[in-house]
């Protein structure tokens, strides 16, 4: 059982592990961790939903499409709410992503109504693999997979391309990546593209799982945000390796101590980290020389 | 005429920081401003460069004849002109090579990107050893080098320094001014703001001071090194010793 519930932790943990990355790429640029950042990607599966079964799309039409609604959305989100805010505090922005989650919940409540749907998906969850002592199902593969191409691809994409480099520094300092000619409006919007994107994939990958309704995000983005402090909320690596370990510790626990706390663990986790290493496991952050 | 500033005037706020300030800037020279604490030296840079949101209040300012009051950093800096900031700036968790990379963010023409690595490197021989190190492990020298390169990257035609002279040893500064000559001396102008009147004079040819948020003296650096009064207050030589060996009056400023 022990092998068993390690692999579908890790399963469940690459999903919290997206929802973490898409938090901390924002986190890192607009500095405000997005508490709207589920509802975009529910709004986004729903999408993909509406393409696939009311129209009648193919899968990659309708999974390409609803990621690039996703990434328009964020980039919509970013330049209407937080680009209007002058000279915000912390505080304010939050407040500004809990205003635009409440509305985009209120949003796909209103066009798709509280009925739970079933979102059609290519790979079955049902089909599995024996890995000796464990299963695992074919869905669980996928996104395991998917994750780690998408990591790699990020990986890659902040390493070795101009505008990811661009990126880091306007994270960095936002005045000296102007003074060197960086837009940093641009990148702003595209870190919201990005992310927005990455929460899409998230959410199109558990609506199979779980059931495609307003509340989809509810649960794995308050995870993934405990995943990201797990993490450490300023490093992408750290983010998603607190993605993995919440989901296996938290099935741990489901099967050897408590299944009805389950959901609780996550929150036990975020305390301890605040209180023990406010700055997250894996910050690897240069300290200013004073 | 490369840089024309008309009367400019900048709030912070409700702080009157520039209070009416001209300046011209001739093709291939250094300029140096001089003055305090507070003068207003490096709000000049920053009005310019386009960094303080809705300033210059008042005035004009233009760049090879082009108006650039107004538009933002961005678009400045993709007419030619550079800007080493006060206190260095550079990105602290990327590599020295890729803070260069981002000096020359702006450019398509990677051959030529590739040969100007070469030059910075000539310039700065440390900078190759630290090449794959995070610029914020550096010392304060070597970000100083950095920074400057960073700015060289984008082939200025104007290269703004703000205190370059900024907490470094005095060997440091010595070195680091003799860096910003030889630049000068291949093609750049530069327009130097500095505390250090002494080796800001000794390298640029034309000098200013700036007090309260206006000039008070304009002059070429040479006659103002031997100026009673720059000597006096910027320099730190004492013109007269007393019989008892302390000064016990004030000189007064003649530009008052």
């Known amino acids: 059982m022990f092998f068993q519930l390690i692999v579908s932790g890790i399963s469940f943990g690459s999903l919290y592990a997206l929802v973490a990355l898409a938090m901390v790429i924002i986190y890192k640029t607009s500095e405000v961790p997005n508490f709207g950042q589920g509802e975009m990607s529910m709004l986004s599966t729903f999408v993909a939903y509406t393409l696939l079964v009311t129209h009648g799309h193919s899968f990659a039409v309708s999974f390409i499409g609803a990621l690039l609604f996703a990434a328009i959305l964020g980039i919509f989100l970013e330049f209407v709410f937080l680009r209007r805010a002058k000279d915000p505090n912390i505080l304010s922005l939050i407040l500004i992503t809990l205003g635009f989650q409440m509305i985009l919940y209120g949003l796909a409540s209103w066009k798709w109504g509280a009925d739970q749907r079933d979102l059609p998906f290519p790979v079955s969850d049902f089909d599995v693999i024996n890995l000796g002592p464990a299963v695992i199902s074919y869905l669980n593969i996928a996104t395991l997979l998917i994750t780690l191409i998408l990591m790699l691809l990020l990986f890659v994409f902040f390493k070795y391309t101009k505008i990811g480099v661009a990126m880091k520094a306007?994270?960095?300092?936002?005045?000296?990546?102007?003074?060197?000619?960086?837009?940093?409006?641009?990148?702003?919007?595209?870190?919201?593209?990005?992310?927005?994107?990455?929460?899409?994939?998230?959410?199109?990958?558990?609506?199979?799982?779980?059931?495609?309704?307003?509340n989809l995000m509810l649960d794995p983005l308050l995870k993934g945000f405990a995943a990201a402090v797990l993490g450490g909320m300023t490093t992408l690596v750290g983010a998603a390796l607190g993605g993995y370990m919440?989901?296996?510790?938290?099935?741990?626990?489901?099967?050897?101590?408590?299944?009805?706390?389950?959901?609780?663990?996550?929150?036990?986790?975020?305390?301890?980290?605040?209180?023990?290493?406010p700055s997250g496991l894996f910050a690897k952050h240069y300290v200013r020389k004073v | 005429m490369l840089l024309e500033i008309k009367n400019i005037e900048t709030f912070y706020t409700l702080i009157y920081a520039l209070r009416g300030v001209s300046l011209t800037v001739e093709e291939g020279t250094i300029t140096a401003i001089?003055?305090?604490?507070?003068?207003g030296k490096s709000t000049i840079l920053k009005t310019v460069m386009g960094l303080l949101d809705d300033q210059p209040d008042k005035g004009t300012i233009e760049f090879m004849g082009k108006r650039i009051d107004g538009k933002d950093p961005e678009v400045i800096v993709r007419m030619g002109l550079s800007y080493v900031p006060e206190g260095r700036e550079v990105f602290e968790e990327l590599s020295v090579r890729e803070n260069l990379l981002m000096g020359a963010y702006i450019r398509r023409d990677r051959a030529a990107i590739r040969k100007d690595f070469e030059q910075i490197y000539g310039y700065f021989p440390v900078l190759r050893e630290r090449e794959g190190q995070w610029a914020g492990t550096l010392s304060g020298g070597e970000q100083q080098m950095l920074a400057i390169g960073r700015?060289?990257?984008?082939?200025?035609?104007?290269?703004?320094?703000?205190?370059?002279?900024?907490?470094?040893?005095?060997?440091?500064?010595?070195?680091?001014?003799?860096?910003?000559?030889?630049i000068n001396q291949e093609g750049a102008t530069i327009l130097l703001v500095e505390q250090n009147a002494r080796m800001a004079l000794a390298i640029s040819d034309i000098g200013l001071i700036l007090e309260n948020g206006r000039f008070v003296m304009k002059g070429k650096s040479k006659e103002l090194i031997e100026d009673k009064d720059v000597q006096e207050f910027y320099m730190g030589m004492r013109s007269e010793e007393s019989a008892k060996g302390y000064q016990r009056w004030k000189r007064k400023k003649r530009w008052r």
């Not at chain 1, 919440?246 to 209180?275: D, M, R």
């Open chain 2, 151 to 182: 700015a060289l990257m984008n082939r200025p035609k104007l290269l703004f320094l703000d205190e370059p002279s900024l907490g470094l040893s005095p060997i440091l500064v010595k070195e680091i001014f003799e860096i910003i000559k030889t």
């Open chain 1, 170 to 214: 306007t994270q960095q300092n936002a005045m000296a990546a102007r003074i060197n000619g960086i837009r940093t409006n641009r990148i702003l919007s595209i870190t919201w593209a990005m992310s927005s994107a990455i929460g899409a994939v998230a959410g199109i990958l558990l609506a199979p799982i779980a059931t495609l309704d307003p």
């Open chain 1, 246 to 277: 919440l989901g296996v510790i938290e099935n741990l626990f489901g099967g050897y101590i408590s299944l009805e706390f389950k959901s609780v663990v996550a929150f036990g986790i975020i305390v301890l980290v605040l209180c023990f290493k």
């Open chain 2, 34 to 39: 001089l003055g305090n604490n507070g003068a």
